[in-house]
């Protein structure tokens, strides 16, 4: 089944504990993207992909960081997590430039003390 | 600067009303307009964007390019409609990226 897969789901975790979020997709798209989900903001873009080790900021990126060093993975990292980075985490990914349609992952949901 | 407006956070229609969530956008260029839509317990998924002028679930949307929206419509609601629905914008520079609206939650009242 063609899908992006989030992990964890759910995560509980302590201010300035690293974390990784990972992601992976099996439908080799070439674009991948972090948002985070808060109440009132809706999706704002943490960091995108346009392919392997091509990575750029979005939005909103201060306090994480990611890699591409495979097309299938873009995990999302949290050197530092502070409170203010508890949110839901979606990743997706598109088929490319040419392409409009976004698929998303189920979500992370994180909650940083 | 990009930007998507979706000026209600909370809809509430009767069984068979028509619905309008609306979506407004700022953009210099010709971007790609989305309806995204995440029903309870599901991950967002694509409703429908303006390139493909069809109709999904009985939903369409109209982009206006002089009055900059794109408002998704249906003239007869059903409770299954009730979710969560995001217009996002999709820009041809700057990565291609798509930027998403606050969103609107709309309930349908049986």
């Known amino acids: 089944e063609a899908q992006v897969t989030q992990n964890p789901r759910y995560l509980i975790t302590v201010t300035g504990k690293k974390l990784t979020v990972t992601c992976s997709q099996n439908m080799n798209h070439e674009y991948m993207s972090w948002y985070r989900q808060d109440p009132g903001l809706g999706l704002r873009q943490i960091y995108y992909s346009m392919n392997v080790e091509v990575t750029d900021k979005g939005d909103v990126p201060e306090g994480y960081k990611v890699s591409r060093k495979e097309k299938r993975n873009f995990p999302l990292i949290l050197e530092s997590p502070s409170p203010n980075q508890t949110s839901l985490y979606f990743c997706?990914?598109?088929?490319?430039?040419?392409?409009?349609?976004?698929?998303f992952g189920e979500g992370s949901r994180l909650t940083v003390l | 600067a990009q930007r998507v407006t979706q000026p209600e956070k909370l809809l509430s229609v009767f069984k068979g009303a028509p619905v309008e969530l609306k979506c407004n956008y700022s953009?210099?260029?010709?971007?790609?307009l989305f309806w995204y839509v995440q029903y309870s317990r599901q991950r967002l998924q694509l409703l429908l964007r303006h390139i493909s002028r069809e109709s999904i679930k009985g939903f369409t949307a109209d982009l206006n390019k002089g009055e900059t929206s794109f408002h998704l419509k249906k003239p007869f609601a059903q409770e299954e409609d009730s979710a969560m629905y995001y217009c996002?914008?999709?820009?041809?520079?700057?990565?291609?990226?798509?930027?998403f609206g606050a969103g609107t939650r709309l309930f349908v009242k049986a």
């Open positions: 953009y210099s260029g010709s971007p790609e």
């Open positions: 996002a914008l999709r820009g041809n520079t700057g990565g291609f990226k798509t930027i």
């Open positions: 997706a990914s598109s088929s490319g430039v040419g392409a409009g349609e976004l698929f």
